[in-house]
């Protein structure tokens, strides 16, 4: 059995529109989010064997708000600097070529890729729009990464901030 958790960044600040994309950090919203989502997997699962994220700023703070809930060792995250401009087919491939001996994998991107990999990986619970911080969880019935498809997906959950906290705070 393999797990992905697919996780989109938290909710980054618009505040300085000439800092760069790739530089936006987390704004209040996020930072209250974060910490809540990170608690909430962790009660959800036993652990994770692998992180990889897009090493932007926001995505960066993200997983390394989420490994040190999970007790996942921070040096251990991999950051692919791809996962910020690629689309879902070059994460798909990214999960299909991960090593066999890790079970659980959590990945942090960005939309639409993230979306559309999450609808693409299970077609029985599509996601119009993945939003900030939402966790979207998947098993799928293979020993190897590189069988994972929509044929072989069991839907999880998918958990978000707003659903625990329906009034946004600036």
Not at 33 to 54: H, R, Y
Not at 69 to 78: A, G, V, W
Not at 108 to 116: E, M
Not at 144 to 156: D, H, K, P, T, V
């Amino acid at each position: 059995m393999k797990t992905v958790y697919l996780l989109r960044h938290a909710k980054s600040s618009w505040r300085d529109i000439e800092l760069d994309d790739f530089e936006r950090p987390l704004n209040k919203r996020g930072k209250r989010d974060l910490p809540f989502m990170s608690e909430l997997l962790a009660k959800k699962v036993d652990k994770i064997d692998c992180i990889v994220s897009s090493p932007a700023l926001r995505t960066k703070n993200t997983a390394e708000v989420m490994a040190a809930h999970l007790s996942y060792p921070l040096e251990k995250i991999i950051w692919d600097l791809h996962i910020y401009n690629e689309d879902a087919d070059y994460l798909y491939d990214l999960i299909k070529n991960l090593n066999d001996e890790d079970d659980s994998l959590l990945l942090v991107g960005h939309n639409p890729a993230i979306t559309i990999l999450a609808n693409s990986l299970c077609i029985s619970a599509y996601i119009d729009n993945m939003p900030t911080c939402c966790i979207y969880a998947i098993s799928f019935d293979t020993t190897a990464w590189a069988e994972i498809s929509s044929r072989n997906s069991q839907f999880l959950f998918a958990e978000f901030p707003k659903k625990y906290f329906p009034k946004d705070v600036e």
